[in-house]
């Protein structure tokens, strides 16, 4: 069975940095796609970023492209967000979410960590 466990999150001023763990476990994740989502408040939930497992490619939303790096360890089975020069419009729960190439739909979803960027 799939597990998906995020942490790292936290209270961080704006312009501050925060990276944010996945650790995966269950199966191997190659062929893959693992994403990271963020539903801040009343917000609905939105992409951020999502790296190929086996490839290693990467993609960005608009919004964090140029401060976030997403990243995987694959001795570790671990996937990364790295969030550099942080706003208070980042402040969100983050989730790690992880479905085959083949599909659209995200099929696993991690429990989300809170990230908090104060003004």
């Known amino acids: 069975q799939v597990q998906l466990v995020e942490s790292g999150g936290g209270l961080v001023q704006a312009g501050g940095s925060l990276r944010l763990s996945c650790a995966a476990s269950?199966?191997?994740?190659?062929?893959?796609?693992m994403a990271w989502f963020r539903q801040g408040p009343g917000k609905e939930r939105e992409f951020v970023a999502a790296?190929?497992?086996?490839?290693?490619?990467?993609y960005y939303a608009n919004s964090v492209k140029g401060r976030f790096t997403i990243s995987r360890d694959n001795a570790k089975n671990t996937v990364y967000l790295q969030m550099n020069s942080l706003k208070p419009e980042d402040t969100a729960a983050y989730y790690c979410?992880?479905?085959?190439?083949?599909?659209?739909?995200?099929?696993?979803w991690g429990q989300g960590t809170q990230v908090t960027v104060s003004s």
């Open positions: 979410a992880a479905t085959l190439l083949t599909k659209n739909e995200f099929d696993y």
């Open positions: 269950g199966r191997t994740f190659i062929g893959y796609r």
């Open positions: 790296i190929i497992w086996s490839a290693g490619s990467t």
